[in-house]
């Protein structure tokens, strides 16, 4: 019960990249860089496991972005002439590669740190993606000239890589779609098929090992920085957001859904739309260096508790923690785990 894990994103090491920013700047190069990534993952498997988290992750620490990571292996994206454009309806600009002719993948793209993952960890195992539609709006489209058509070719590729993730031996693949909070309409029209798109299989077991994967998906209010904290100061007292994509969501074919909850403005009864699915609640807020307590957040977990049974409950942050310091982030990890483990005593 309480199983605890990170939405995905931990800060990288001061010696692998640029600190405090959401596209730093690589420090080493080739081979280093390489080894240095898989140095910083290692790093990182053992403080979330020190915090006594059930569900691992990479930290995301081999990817600049957590979207442009996995672009940099498909064909068919210009990384040379990026442009400015405004993404999520324009609350920031970001200089994004082009989509220039039709998609495929390079080959595989998280394989060195998956299975780095796996063979260092005996806990479970999550890998985080980004979502079709979420990836959609962070290039700029030249050749699709259609937003449903290009989320779609996204979605395959994103399939490919995700059931390649399942033979590596990855427990659960989520597909973060924070563009879902932006764009409900859309998000309940397409995005969520989609997103069934780029899952499609991953409860199948692989055909040579036989494993299977769950599929999560990531709905946060995004980062914890000024145009995202200005944007929620924009939205009222009440971010009704998810009231329009929960019902899409449960009704579809993926088993977790990432939310927001603590110091958030989500009325919590939203919650219970999510029926049927497990809900990672965000119980660390990403936006404060303040350090949660024990208390605080096995407090959070017993609001959501009047919304979620149980055995259907995960505690998780509310987004991922990559443009804080290393210090904070250690510390908010170590709340998560002490704070679920107090949950567990309080509420078994
Ligand atoms: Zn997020």
Redesign the pocket.
Known sequence: MFESTI?GSLPKPAWLAETGKLWPRWLPEGADLAQAKLDATLLWIKQQEDAGLDLIGDGEQSRQHFVHGFLEQVEGIDFDHKVEIGIRRDRYKAMVPQVVSALRLKGRVHAAEARLLRAHSQRKIKFTLPGPMTIVDTVADKFYGDRVALAMAFAELLNAEALALRADGVDVVQF?E?AFNVYMEDAAAWGVRALERAAQGLDQPDPLTGRRCQTAV?I?Y?YGIQANNDWKKTLGGQWRQYEQIFPALAASRIDQVSLECIHSQVPPELMALLRGKDVMVGVIDVASDQIETAEEVADTVGRALQFVPPERLICCTN??LAPMSRQVAQAKLRALGAGAALARQRYA
Request: glycine share 24%.
């Open positions: 939405a973060d924070p990531h946060c995004g987004c991922g």
